[in-house]
């Protein structure tokens, strides 16, 4: 307990700070969000991923995580929230190495498709401007992301979570402090 | 500065993380209505809950909120939910659509144009558009799931058969993103073309009914009509009387108990602004 270091320093005004980076990320997706404000999170959890979590996440969302015993004793102190082992049975993942299944994802039902789990992705690197050309809800004609650091084959994964519409997982890419997001209605071209 | 004894905005943290989590999920599933839990408000269902819980969970110290009602400011909904969230939550409020962050709106969409980094929260009273035709929630549920709407098709070629003409001035069923049938909450079917592909974030919220929808910006949304009798929005035919406006969406208003009437613009900050346009240019 000693080595917890401390989460949002105001946490009302952060976590709504926080939120509408979120918001404004998955009504646009492919535009980059950063706040001011970040925890002060055990690596190697992102500062943005660590503050997403701290937003979202508390006892009524079961997390799945990879970031090591620090990362998770520190979101269990500080978002209460309980944390489960297998990632299907997640309602937030948060990845910091490998990128789990998205198949193997809860990507809720026909009648239900906000039962799904929202994946928080750790990347290398964002940035807008360049890479993929982004289309779909949220988009006005098309906007431009640079993923860095994302597995070979996660076009093609992107696209399956795409097609079973309405069903499908969303994801948040997270890079040091800035944040974009992709729903599930987003359609990828292009190289990133 | 926020009043002593609330929490920013009213709402405990736990239910703002819920509500947020669901305005996520609506934002990612474009129509689709997600089940939150409405939590008890100072004032009862139907003056807004839905709208007002929406706002909580979106608004920061840093907003400037507009609230209407029947396109209206200084109606008394209107007035209150204002003056409450410069209690609640301490933020600054305006009359003036443009210099809006948030809008909390019943039955109305503005006339000015909204802009990216706005977000309108609609107050709606019933968010099933189907449930005129079918009332079991589990079956709407279905149909909504395998995008089952031939019922609602139904209905309006019954009106066109009777009526000529699609019998709905307002509440007309939508379709957003191709995919989910949606209420568009009941303003005016005047307002329905703002809707589509609006640069802003609208998002829905149903206190009554425990729902929250959302449509992303620049997302379609078509009104439902048949190539042979396409939609077409009313409006009274007459200019404004105060403001000239053959654009606006008017209110008709009765003057004496002599039959007299006139149509005003239901928009009010856009009426004022253009009165005073014209006072200046004399």
Known sequence: ?192 | MTALGYNFGYLDENTKRMIRRALLKAVAVPGHQVPFGAREMPLPYGWGTGGIAVTASVIGAGDRLKVIDQGADDTTNAVSIRRFFAKVAGVETTERTGEATIIQTRHRIPETRLREGQILVYQVPMPEPLFRLEPRVSETKRMHALADYGLMHVKLYEDIARHGHVAMSYNYPVLVGGRYLMSPSPIPAFDNPKMDRMPALQLFGAGREKRIYAVPPYTAVKSLDFEDHPFRPARADAPCALCGSRESYLDEVVVDDKGGRMFVCSDTDYCATRQTQREAAE
């Open chain 1, 1 to 192: 307990m000693s080595g917890l270091t401390p989460g949002f320093a105001d946490p009302v005004p952060d976590a709504q700070a926080w939120f509408r980076a979120l918001l404004e990320a998955m009504a646009r997706p492919g535009r980059i969000q950063r706040v001011a404000a970040l925890p002060q999170a055990p690596a190697p959890l992102a500062p943005a991923a660590a503050a997403v979590l701290l937003t979202l996440a508390d006892a009524e969302t079961p997390v799945w995580m990879d970031a090591g015993p620090g990362a998770e004793e520190w979101l269990r102190f500080h978002a209460g929230c309980p944390l489960v082992a297998e990632p299907g049975a997640a309602g937030f993942l948060l990845a910091a190495g490998a990128m789990p299944e998205l198949a193997a994802l809860d990507a809720g039902t026909e009648e239900e498709p906000h039962r799904s789990a929202t994946l928080i992705l750790q990347v290398a690197g964002l940035e807008t401007g360049r890479g993929w050309r982004l289309t779909g809800p949220g988009i006005g004609t098309e906007h431009r992301l640079s993923v860095e650091g994302l597995p070979g084959g996660f076009l093609a994964a992107w696209a399956a979570n795409g097609r079973r519409f309405p069903r499908g997982i969303d994801l948040v890419l997270c890079a040091g402090d800035r944040l974009a997001a992709l729903p599930r209605t987003t359609r990828i071209e292009g190289a990133g």
